[in-house]
């Protein structure tokens, strides 16, 4: 017995109409927003994701599938949808166009992680990207397109979290302080943060563990928003006010940091009210060092990504109801050889007339035909006997309302297509 890969999942027709809706409702606010669909490849150079994610990242030292394949070129397979969107930007001189270039994408991505609810190994993103503004005008316009498509959704109790984390000027003199504090404490803190103290710094205000000191660490550390330097502190100033003029509920928290080294200046998170660390349906901010990174001229950007499977895992938390289209609009019951073939041959006619039909199967009795239907709560069906044959016409049953009428086959199509 096969099993799908640990941490994927099949996603099975009863589902569907969860991602339809979700997907229709991205294409629509990325569409109002201006905001142009991309695709880019499944797999990358790895070192696109080493240069833009970072080496000491959790990302790409322990969750990205890298492999060298029959070439001998290391690939990895897509961690995140920033670093392949910004590399297209540059590779395809997107510089020329009238700035800032806004994309938008939603494809699968791939990352080793523990599985858990809401954490998979091959996962779904939709993300915007606008590339080539620094101001923080446009920050708002991305944190907005980003809160009215969690509204859309009829998603309620959402909260967005916001910080600053300054830029290569501010950010040296801001670890510095965070240095100083941790170097003091080091004794009290996990292993983790440990860890991150020689690794990747800023990630200590990441950690929750409440097994050692890390949260009292956490609440006495030297907050970013305090070290700014002025162009980022007056970028942060004028984000906040544009926030309070979009009317969007906002949470300043100083421990917000992301998870990846290309984030300068704003850092933004939209998370559930009722739930714990694991449940941020949205992240984002500015990564205005990026594209020179990876070897265009220097051009800011910001963009976010939401996990579809949590948005689908909240709308089911919340009951919110999607729309599931029924399997058929008719049925065609069928009695005798003849019926049989009279009944293909409409149900081929109804279908290019545009209507989704189907012969019932369920064997010779009539019975076990309608039962049929009914599981498949079709709302109507078709019956065509000897009878009918012989009068050319058809009897169309109302299977909700339970009433029938006999109709001649030359008007059935229409008359079907007009119900
Ligand atoms: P987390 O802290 O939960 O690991 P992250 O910082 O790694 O999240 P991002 O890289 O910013 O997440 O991705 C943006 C969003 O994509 C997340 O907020 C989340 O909704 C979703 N996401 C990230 N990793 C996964 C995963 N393994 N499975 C499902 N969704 C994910
Ligand atoms: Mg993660």
Redesign the pocket.
């Given at each position: 017995m096969y099993k799908a890969p640990r941490g994927t999942t099949d996603i099975l027709p009863a589902d569907q109409p969860y991602w339809r809706y979700v997907q229709t409702k991205a294409a629509k606010i990325s569409q109002r927003f201006g905001y142009s669909r991309i695709d880019t490849p499944v797999f990358e150079d790895a070192n696109l994701y080493v240069r833009s994610v970072g080496e000491g990242t959790?990302?790409v030292e322990k969750e990205t599938y890298t492999f060298k394949d029959k070439g001998g070129d290391m690939i990895s397979l897509r961690p995140?949808g920033t670093a392949g969107v910004c590399r297209a930007y540059v590779e395809h001189g997107m510089v020329s166009l009238p700035q800032p270039v806004r994309l938008a994408y939603m494809e699968s991505?791939f990352?080793y992680?523990r599985p858990q609810a809401?954490?998979?190994?091959q996962?779904h993103?939709f993300g915007v990207e606008a590339i080539g503004d620094a101001d923080a005008s446009i920050d708002a316009e991305v944190i907005d397109l980003g809160w009215r498509f969690i509204q859309d959704l009829g998603l309620g109790n959402m909260t967005l979290v916001l910080n600053s984390i300054g830029d290569k000027e501010c950010r040296p003199v801001y670890l510095k302080a965070l240095r100083g504090h941790y170097a003091a404490n080091l004794g009290r803190v996990c292993p983790d943060c440990k860890m991150r103290f020689e690794k990747n710094l800023l990630r200590v205000l990441d950690c929750k563990r409440t097994d050692f000191a890390c949260q009292e660490v956490i609440n006495d550390a030297p907050k970013a928003t305090e070290h700014l330097c002025a162009p980022c502190k007056e970028h942060w100033e004028q984000l906040n006010s544009y926030i309070n003029a979009l009317g969007i509920p906002m949470v300043i928290n100083h421990n917000l940091v992301?998870?990846?080294d290309y984030y300068t200046r704003s850092v933004f998170?939209i998370q559930p009210q009722e739930e714990g660390a694991?449940s941020?349906?949205?992240?984002?901010g500015r990564y205005d060092g990026l594209i020179e990174e990876l070897g265009g001229k220097p051009t800011p950007g910001v963009g976010f990504?939401?996990?579809i499977?949590?948005i689908i895992l909240n709308l089911k938390r919340q009951n919110i109801s999607v729309e599931s289209p029924r399997t058929y609009k008719v049925m065609i019951a069928h009695l005798g050889k003849a019926a049989d073939l009279e009944a293909v041959a409409l149900a081929s006619e109804l279908r290019k007339a545009g209507v989704s039909a189907a012969v019932a199967s369920g064997g010779k009795s009539l019975k076990a035909q309608m039962r049929q239907m009914s599981a498949l709560e079709t709302p109507t069906a078709i019956i065509i006997g000897d009878n009918e044959l012989a009068q050319k016409s058809v009897v169309v049953r109302d299977m909700t309302k339970a009433t029938q009428q006999t109709i001649p086959m030359a008007d059935i199509v229409s008359f079907i297509k007009n119900l």
């Open positions: 959790d990302i995140e991505f990352r992680e809401g954490r998979f190994r996962f993103q992301r998870g990846l998170e694991q941020t349906i949205l992240a984002g990504a939401t996990g499977e949590r």
